[in-house]
């Protein structure tokens, strides 16, 4: 007797063990969840910028791409929401001052 509930509840648990695998393997194919951005309407803009770039680009010029007064306020500006894009992962700084998108 207790053989057969082992044996019935096995026969329930093989689909269930498909099932997990198959799920599994599909979750290891999705694409890495998107970064998440700071909550300010430049930094979309700036990513846009660097996505469009063909190399790496410094505060200025990421300024002069979004039409940017060219003041210094701007460019500091600019270049703080560039490091803090750095620090979270989602941009590299190539050489000092010149940032391009992350791998």
Known sequence: ?????????ETHL???AIT???VTALADRLPAAPPHLPEHPD?????A??????GPLRAREVCEALAYE???KNIEGTRAKLKRLVKL?????ADTGSFTRGQ
């Open 14 to 16: 093989e689909p269930l």
């Open 20 to 22: 997990r695998n198959t």
């Open 49 to 54: 910028v660097l996505n469009e770039a063909t």
């Open 1 to 9: 007797m207790p053989e057969a509930r082992l044996r019935e509840a």
């Open 89 to 93: 992962d989602i941009l590299a700084e």
């Open 43 to 47: 930094y979309p803009c700036i990513l």
């Open 70 to 72: 060219l003041l210094p």
